[in-house]
């Protein structure tokens, strides 16, 4: 099971990024995906999660200003970030809560690389 996160970059105050986060991977049943952020100096945080049944929970500095969506085929999701400030600036890392099927099944939790939002003022 892989998870490809894409989207970062430098934006101004007030401005938007789309992140994109596609899992791939055989026998897999997907329970959760979401975005995490860890700012230089401070612990990774949760940003968004959303569950199979597209049940969303958000960090209060983000809600209003963040969404977290999927596809259809529940293989992707994406964080529009709007709005956006200098403290949101991080490593935006994508998260699965995945249970692989075969040859065992087990729930794995896995990691995608890290992408880098910088807000500037």
């Known amino acids: 099971v892989q998870l490809q996160a894409s989207g970062g970059g430098l934006v101004q105050a007030g401005g938007s990024l789309r992140l994109s986060c596609v899992a791939s991977g055989r026998s897999m049943y997907i329970n959760a995906l979401g975005w995490y952020r860890q700012a230089r100096g401070k612990q990774r945080e949760l940003v968004a999660l959303m569950g199979r049944g597209r049940d969303t929970k958000y960090a209060d500095s983000v809600k209003g200003r963040f969404t977290i969506s999927s596809d259809n085929a529940w293989t992707t999701v994406y964080l529009q970030m709007n709005s956006l400030k200098p403290e949101d600036t991080a490593v935006y890392s994508c998260?699965?809560?995945?249970?692989?099927?075969?040859?065992?099944?087990?729930?794995?939790?896995?990691w995608g690389q890290g992408t880098q939002v910088t807000v500037s003022s």
């Open positions: 998260n699965g809560d995945v249970t692989v099927i075969s040859p065992t099944p087990r729930t794995l939790d896995v």
